[in-house]
């Protein structure tokens, strides 16, 4: 069977936690490097790639690489590919760029480029030209330009792998899906013990744990990919993989993973994104303070997110809660093992406890740490 070359983006840091997440696809040719890891399979790989992972952003299938130091460079490396096996007239498209240590500069400037030799490639050939549609686009290009050569990929997903669809209420500014994944599968929660989220905000973490411990696949809970739509679209095997997923799901018990905040509307929100993932009982919430949240059993593992507020007059506030969470933790939740993701290095020093471990990671371009206590 024909050896398709993937390439799957990871938010910095990630990079080996989505690694280890190609071990349960069966895909054993999975390599982590910087910004993303690299695989190989069939088609039906590609397609369960972007059904069952977790932690990737998007799933890449590079088409061609070429020296491209001009506009003119670019523009007829990428006019000599064969779109018209790719593209027909009544698809739409859209392309982004990334840009690197590069004599072009401007992503905007570089992705309009592209579709431009793109579209006229296809009215050269077939006398109409494709439309462009943005949001959601039959076929999405990602163009790499890194030292002045430039990789030209399709988007399997088209639209990033984080939008899971139980986002309820977009105004409140959660952790990414993919990001929360990574963090619960960093902890190495073994899916038996408790799992606690003491200010789950709109329930990020909690869901994504329920989603692993429960064996759903993410990808079943907004199956509209844009490969679904390219031309040589397998349906036959789509709906196999989608069986299989389907099949796979659990119920887990519900007094295992649990959510609670100290702002009720946070809850609700919380329980509602639940609800519209189809795991509302899967996860218990509550609404209380951090300090007078009592521990369900001896023992387990709790991750936080606490606020790292950017406006200054919030440090000092800040500052003392960081302190009160160590207390909180050492005080209330011996026999646990606790987890603290911040962006804010100073404020996780407040806490106060030594921690195990310090994973750097980044939430977009904050550089942040995944702090482990163990707290004996
Ligand atoms: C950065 S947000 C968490 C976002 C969450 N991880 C998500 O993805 O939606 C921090 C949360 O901590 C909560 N919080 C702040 N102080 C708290 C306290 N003393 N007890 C419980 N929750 C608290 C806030 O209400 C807020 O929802």
Redesign the pocket.
């Known amino acids: 069977m024909k050896q398709i070359k993937f390439f799957a983006t990871a938010a910095k840091g990630l990079e080996e936690t989505l690694e280890g997440e190609f071990k349960g696809l069966g895909i054993t040719n999975a390599t982590a490097t910087s910004g993303g890891v690299n695989f190989s399979g069939s088609r039906a790989d590609g397609y369960r790639a972007c059904l069952w992972l977790r932690t990737a952003n998007r799933v890449l299938e590079p088409i061609a690489t070429f020296p491209c130091p001009s506009t003119e460079a670019l523009y007829e490396g990428v006019y000599a590919l064969n779109w018209e096996d790719r593209l027909t007239a009544k698809m739409t498209l859209a392309v982004d760029a990334n840009i690197r240590d590069s004599e072009l500069t401007h992503s905007r400037f570089v992705a309009l480029k592209t579709k431009d030799a793109i579209v006229d490639k296809i009215r050269d050939r077939c006398g109409e030209r494709p439309n462009v549609d943005p949001k959601n686009p039959d076929l999405k290009i990602n163009l790499h330009l890194a030292r002045n050569v430039c990789t030209v990929s399709l988007d399997l997903a088209g639209t990033g792998l984080h939008r899971r669809g139980y986002r309820r209420d977009p105004t409140?500014a959660?952790?990414k899906e993919t990001l929360?994944a990574g963090l619960v599968q960093m902890t190495g929660w073994d899916k038996k013990s408790y799992f606690v989220d003491?200010?789950?905000?709109?329930?990020?973490?909690p869901l994504e744990a329920a989603l692993i411990a429960g064996r759903k696949a993410p990808g079943l809970l907004a199956p509209d990919f844009g490969f679904q739509r390219w031309l040589d679209f397998d349906a036959t095997i789509w709906q196999q993989l989608i069986q299989e997923a389907e099949e796979l799901g659990r119920d887990i018990p519900s007094n295992l993973i649990f959510g609670?905040?100290?702002?009720k509307r946070?809850v609700d929100l919380a329980r509602r994104n639940a609800d519209s993932c189809g795991i509302g009982a899967s996860v218990r919430w509550s609404y209380n303070?951090?300090?007078k949240l009592d521990p369900p059993g001896d023992s387990g593992t709790l991750i936080c997110?606490?606020?790292y507020g950017e406006r200054l007059g919030e440090v000092a506030e800040l500052e003392a809660?960081y302190g009160k969470i160590g207390d909180t933790l050492k005080q209330r939740w011996k026999g646990w093992t606790a987890w603290v993701f911040t962006g804010n290095l100073e404020l996780a020093k407040r806490v106060g406890l030594k921690p195990s471990r310090r994973i750097v990671l980044f939430n977009g371009p904050i550089e942040c740490r995944l702090l482990k206590y163990e707290l004996y």
């Open positions: 409140i959660p952790l929360a003491p200010m789950c905000g709109s329930g990020s973490l609670s905040d100290r702002d946070a303070d951090f300090a997110n606490p606020p809660f």
